[in-house]
């Protein structure tokens, strides 16, 4: 994992074509899907996530030469010494590393930052010391609930407004959304 250290709130294209400008006059190669991005994987504040190496290709991410035959590279757009991995960024970011922990049957020690490869603070304080929860998310999650909404499923339950998280991603019918304003309302008033 590593973090761009680009702005958190450009657009994922803008984000995109700066690393690739940076990478490509680093003389990193180009991929088959015609990036410079070392990454394979590059992870916008709102959650896009664009592939910019095939998993099969070699990256180039590590200064370690052979990792970049052996491991994955995932960017977070921003400079996590300052800015806060959360939301839908998170969101994305588990999904993406659950997906690809399933794919090649990888291991909670399988997730690595940059930083143990190098010395840098590549990917940010704030990533590294989510590591544990990252792990945590990926690896043991709560039934399809996302993990920022964790909180809101504690209170929603304890508070009884929704009472079955057997399939917490189902829909919800009207006549269930009805049930839930009622719950809500009738709570504001006792």
């Not at 700066?18 to 990478?23: F, K, L, V, Y």
């Not at 052979?66 to 800015?83: R, S």
């Not at 009884?160 to 809500?184: C, G, T, Y």
Request: hydrophobic share 35%; glycine share 6%.
């Amino acid at each position: 994992m590593h973090h761009s250290v680009t702005p958190q709130d450009l657009p994922l294209n803008q984000s995109v074509a700066r690393i690739n400008a940076g990478h490509r006059k680093r003389q990193f190669p180009m991929s088959k899907k015609h990036y410079y991005v070392g990454y394979h994987y590059v992870i916008a504040k709102n959650g896009e996530v664009r592939q910019t190496r095939f998993d099969y290709e070699v990256g180039a991410h590590s200064p370690q030469q052979q990792g970049n035959f052996k491991y994955l590279g995932v960017a977070l757009i921003g400079n996590f010494n300052n800015d806060v991995l959360e939301g839908e960024q998170y969101d994305a970011l588990i999904s993406l590393l659950r997906r690809l922990a399933k794919d090649y049957n990888w291991a909670k020690e399988d997730i690595h930052f940059h930083q143990e490869f190098k010395p840098t603070a590549c990917p940010g304080k704030d990533v590294i010391g989510k590591l544990p929860q990252i792990r945590e998310d990926i690896f043991n999650p709560d039934p399809m609930i996302s993990p920022h909404a964790k909180e809101a499923v504690k209170w929603a339950s304890k508070e009884k407004l929704i009472q079955n998280w057997d399939e917490p991603q189902a829909p919800m019918s009207r006549e269930n959304f009805a049930v839930v304003l009622h719950r809500f309302y009738k709570m504001l008033e006792g």
